[in-house]
């Protein structure tokens, strides 16, 4: 059997990078965190129309009609619903959509962000 060639030196496990200064190997674990999520909460009151938040929850939060009647109905009874879960800036950004289509129509609609 002909010697195999010398292996590289082991680096580690993936993700990881293996910096060598000055002959030293140091470990850079790379952290792959998850981004925290956050819920977008819908709360009821007694003003805003059904067929609105419908649509709404069809519109901006992508729900099918069938899922968006159901979500509306539930928090209509419970007095607030998930309508989606989504990080930090784009939850933020649900929320104030929804008041400014709320606002333009005279409805007072809330919506909040919980986080997960
Ligand atoms: N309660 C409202 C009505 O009876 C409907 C409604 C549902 C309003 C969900 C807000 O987040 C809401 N017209």
Do not use: C, W
């Not at 938040?53 to 539930?74: C, H, I």
Request: hydrophobic share 35%; charged share 30%.
């Amino acid at each position: 059997m002909p010697d195999s060639p010398p292996k590289p030196p082991e680096d580690g496990p993936p993700g990881g990078k293996t910096r060598r200064e000055g002959g030293v190997a140091t470990e850079e674990r790379q952290k792959t965190k998850r981004p925290e999520r956050f819920k977008v909460l819908l709360f009821n009151d007694d003003y805003t129309p059904m067929e609105f938040v419908v649509a709404l929850l069809e519109q901006l939060f992508k729900k099918g009609p069938a899922e968006a009647t159901q979500l509306m109905l539930q928090i209509h009874k419970a007095g607030k619903g998930i309508a989606g879960v989504y990080v930090l800036e784009v939850a933020e950004t649900k929320v104030a959509t929804v008041h400014r289509m709320a606002e333009e129509r005279g409805y007072p609609l809330r919506a909040g962000v919980e986080s997960e």
